[in-house]
Protein backbone atom coordinates (compact mmCIF):
# COMPACT_ATOMS: atom_id res chain seq x y z
CA UNK A 1 0.00 0.00 0.00
CA UNK A 2 0.89 3.49 -0.65
CA UNK A 3 0.30 7.71 0.03
CA UNK A 4 0.40 8.38 -3.63
CA UNK A 5 3.12 10.79 -2.43
CA UNK A 6 5.76 10.84 -4.74
CA UNK A 7 8.93 10.31 -3.12
CA UNK A 8 11.81 10.77 -6.76
CA UNK A 9 11.63 9.88 -9.81
CA UNK A 10 13.93 6.90 -11.63
CA UNK A 11 15.05 5.90 -15.31
CA UNK A 12 14.23 2.92 -17.36
CA UNK A 13 17.82 1.72 -17.85
CA UNK A 14 16.41 -1.48 -19.67
CA UNK A 15 13.45 -3.44 -21.18
CA UNK A 16 13.67 -6.85 -21.95
CA UNK A 17 11.84 -10.56 -21.44
CA UNK A 18 9.27 -8.99 -18.94
CA UNK A 19 12.18 -7.04 -16.75
CA UNK A 20 12.62 -3.79 -16.28
CA UNK A 21 15.82 -2.12 -14.34
CA UNK A 22 14.90 1.61 -13.18
CA UNK A 23 17.79 3.61 -11.38
CA UNK A 24 17.16 6.06 -9.15
CA UNK A 25 19.26 8.42 -6.41
CA UNK A 26 16.15 7.61 -3.95
CA UNK A 27 17.38 5.65 -0.77
CA UNK A 28 16.07 1.80 -0.65
CA UNK A 29 18.73 1.18 1.92
CA UNK A 30 15.82 -0.40 3.52
CA UNK A 31 14.12 -1.93 0.66
CA UNK A 32 14.99 -5.80 0.30
CA UNK A 33 14.36 -8.60 -2.77
CA UNK A 34 10.50 -8.94 -2.85
CA UNK A 35 10.01 -5.24 -1.42
CA UNK A 36 7.27 -3.34 -3.25
CA UNK A 37 8.18 -0.40 -5.00
CA UNK A 38 5.39 1.83 -6.56
CA UNK A 39 6.35 2.86 -10.20
CA UNK A 40 4.46 5.03 -12.20
CA UNK A 41 1.23 4.28 -9.97
CA UNK A 42 2.11 0.04 -10.34
CA UNK A 43 3.11 -1.69 -7.39
CA UNK A 44 5.93 -3.84 -8.49
CA UNK A 45 8.44 -6.33 -6.69
CA UNK A 46 11.74 -5.75 -6.69
CA UNK A 47 13.64 -8.54 -8.02
CA UNK A 48 17.43 -7.24 -7.71
CA UNK A 49 18.35 -3.88 -5.67
CA UNK A 50 22.25 -3.07 -6.40
CA UNK A 51 24.26 0.44 -5.38
CA UNK A 52 26.51 1.74 -7.59
CA UNK A 53 28.37 5.41 -7.24
CA UNK A 54 25.39 6.69 -4.74
CA UNK A 55 22.51 5.59 -6.71
CA UNK A 56 20.50 2.44 -6.42
CA UNK A 57 19.49 0.19 -9.66
CA UNK A 58 16.56 -2.41 -8.75
CA UNK A 59 14.88 -4.88 -11.47
CA UNK A 60 11.23 -5.85 -11.20
CA UNK A 61 9.23 -8.21 -13.50
CA UNK A 62 6.46 -6.96 -15.34
CA UNK A 63 3.80 -9.86 -16.30
CA UNK A 64 1.58 -9.45 -19.59
CA UNK A 65 -1.62 -8.86 -17.58
CA UNK A 66 0.34 -5.62 -16.47
CA UNK A 67 1.86 -5.04 -19.87
CA UNK A 68 -1.76 -5.05 -21.18
CA UNK A 69 -3.08 -2.27 -18.49
CA UNK A 70 -1.06 -0.08 -17.66
CA UNK A 71 1.95 2.06 -20.22
CA UNK A 72 4.60 -0.56 -19.07
CA UNK A 73 4.44 -1.83 -22.23
CA UNK A 74 6.89 -2.67 -24.51
CA UNK A 75 5.42 -0.51 -27.19
CA UNK A 76 5.78 2.31 -24.76
CA UNK A 77 8.76 1.67 -23.51
CA UNK A 78 11.25 4.59 -25.28
CA UNK A 79 8.39 7.30 -23.70
CA UNK A 80 9.58 6.06 -20.22
CA UNK A 81 11.75 8.99 -19.99
CA UNK A 82 10.93 9.36 -16.12
CA UNK A 83 9.14 7.20 -13.72
CA UNK A 84 7.57 8.11 -10.17
CA UNK A 85 8.34 6.07 -7.57
CA UNK A 86 7.16 6.00 -3.72
CA UNK A 87 8.49 2.93 -1.36
CA UNK A 88 5.52 1.03 0.22
CA UNK A 89 3.61 2.42 3.44
CA UNK A 90 5.33 1.61 6.64
CA UNK A 91 2.78 1.26 9.98
CA UNK A 92 2.84 4.60 11.44
CA UNK A 93 4.07 6.93 8.36
CA UNK A 94 1.69 9.58 7.39
CA UNK A 95 -0.73 9.02 5.00
CA UNK A 96 -0.18 12.49 2.75
CA UNK A 97 -2.94 11.78 0.00
CA UNK A 98 -5.14 8.74 -0.02
CA UNK A 99 -4.35 4.84 0.14
CA UNK A 100 -2.83 3.81 -3.43
CA UNK A 101 -2.69 -0.20 -3.95
CA UNK A 102 -0.29 0.22 -7.16
CA UNK A 103 -3.30 -1.97 -8.96
CA UNK A 104 -3.85 0.29 -11.76
CA UNK A 105 -6.87 0.09 -12.96
CA UNK A 106 -6.55 1.07 -17.13
CA UNK A 107 -4.95 4.17 -18.93
CA UNK A 108 -5.99 7.49 -20.70
CA UNK A 109 -4.59 10.15 -22.32
CA UNK A 110 -3.16 13.74 -21.76
CA UNK A 111 -6.07 15.69 -23.70
CA UNK A 112 -4.70 19.08 -22.12
CA UNK A 113 -2.38 21.28 -20.39
CA UNK A 114 -2.50 24.30 -19.36
CA UNK A 115 -0.22 26.99 -17.48
CA UNK A 116 -1.48 29.17 -15.04
CA UNK A 117 0.04 31.86 -12.97
CA UNK A 118 -0.07 29.62 -9.57
CA UNK A 119 -0.51 26.36 -10.85
CA UNK A 120 -1.03 23.19 -13.77
CA UNK A 121 -4.26 22.54 -15.22
CA UNK A 122 -3.98 19.08 -16.33
CA UNK A 123 -7.04 17.60 -18.86
CA UNK A 124 -7.29 14.07 -19.36
CA UNK A 125 -9.89 12.18 -21.49
CA UNK A 126 -12.85 10.87 -19.92
CA UNK A 127 -13.88 7.03 -20.39
CA UNK A 128 -16.95 6.02 -22.39
CA UNK A 129 -17.83 2.73 -20.40
CA UNK A 130 -18.54 1.90 -16.67
CA UNK A 131 -15.10 3.47 -15.59
CA UNK A 132 -16.93 6.99 -16.17
CA UNK A 133 -19.20 6.87 -12.63
CA UNK A 134 -15.66 6.73 -10.76
CA UNK A 135 -14.65 10.32 -12.54
CA UNK A 136 -16.55 12.86 -10.13
CA UNK A 137 -15.97 16.16 -8.28
CA UNK A 138 -13.68 16.07 -5.51
CA UNK A 139 -12.38 12.84 -5.40
CA UNK A 140 -9.39 11.53 -4.71
CA UNK A 141 -7.57 10.07 -8.31
CA UNK A 142 -3.83 8.72 -8.43
CA UNK A 143 -2.06 9.60 -12.04
CA UNK A 144 0.83 7.63 -12.71
CA UNK A 145 0.80 6.70 -9.08
CA UNK A 146 0.73 10.57 -7.65
CA UNK A 147 -2.56 11.07 -5.10
CA UNK A 148 -4.61 14.05 -6.72
CA UNK A 149 -8.35 15.43 -6.67
CA UNK A 150 -10.39 15.68 -9.62
CA UNK A 151 -11.09 19.14 -10.05
CA UNK A 152 -13.87 19.13 -12.96
CA UNK A 153 -15.55 16.48 -14.83
CA UNK A 154 -16.93 17.24 -18.41
CA UNK A 155 -18.73 14.29 -20.82
CA UNK A 156 -15.33 14.40 -23.03
CA UNK A 157 -12.58 14.80 -20.43
CA UNK A 158 -11.81 15.44 -16.56
CA UNK A 159 -8.80 17.68 -15.44
CA UNK A 160 -6.80 18.01 -12.13
CA UNK A 161 -4.82 21.23 -10.43
CA UNK A 162 -1.06 20.78 -10.24
CA UNK A 163 0.62 22.91 -7.74
CA UNK A 164 4.32 23.57 -8.14
CA UNK A 165 5.61 20.93 -5.83
CA UNK A 166 3.97 18.75 -7.51
CA UNK A 167 4.44 19.86 -10.84
CA UNK A 168 8.59 19.35 -10.01
CA UNK A 169 8.71 16.31 -8.01
CA UNK A 170 7.07 14.13 -10.36
CA UNK A 171 7.03 13.11 -14.24
CA UNK A 172 3.87 15.60 -14.66
CA UNK A 173 6.24 18.31 -15.69
CA UNK A 174 7.58 16.13 -18.30
CA UNK A 175 4.10 15.55 -19.89
CA UNK A 176 2.93 16.19 -23.07
CA UNK A 177 -0.56 16.29 -25.25
CA UNK A 178 -1.41 12.67 -26.08
CA UNK A 179 0.82 11.28 -23.29
CA UNK A 180 -0.58 7.87 -21.50
CA UNK A 181 -0.79 8.05 -17.85
CA UNK A 182 -2.06 5.04 -15.61
CA UNK A 183 -5.08 5.49 -13.66
CA UNK A 184 -6.24 3.81 -10.49
CA UNK A 185 -9.63 4.93 -9.27
CA UNK A 186 -10.25 5.40 -5.69
CA UNK A 187 -10.52 2.43 -3.56
CA UNK A 188 -13.48 4.28 -1.05
CA UNK A 189 -15.48 5.20 -4.41
CA UNK A 190 -15.28 1.49 -5.84
CA UNK A 191 -16.46 0.08 -2.56
CA UNK A 192 -18.81 2.82 -2.45
CA UNK A 193 -20.37 2.03 -5.63
CA UNK A 194 -20.43 -1.82 -5.04
CA UNK A 195 -22.40 -1.55 -1.68
CA UNK A 196 -25.60 0.55 -3.98
CA UNK A 197 -25.49 -3.19 -5.75
Not at 106 to 119: A, D, G, H, Q, Y
Request: net charge negative.
Amino acid sequence: MFTGIIQQLGKAINFSNGELEISTVLDLSDCDVGSSICCNGVCLTATEIKLKNKEYYFKVNIGEETQNRTTFSHNLFNKLTSINLEKSLKIGDEVSGHFVYGHVDRTTKVFKINSLSNSWEFFFENFQNYDKKYIVDKASIAVNGISLTIAKVTNDNFSISVIPHTYENTNLKFMKQNDIVNIEFDYLARFAERSKN
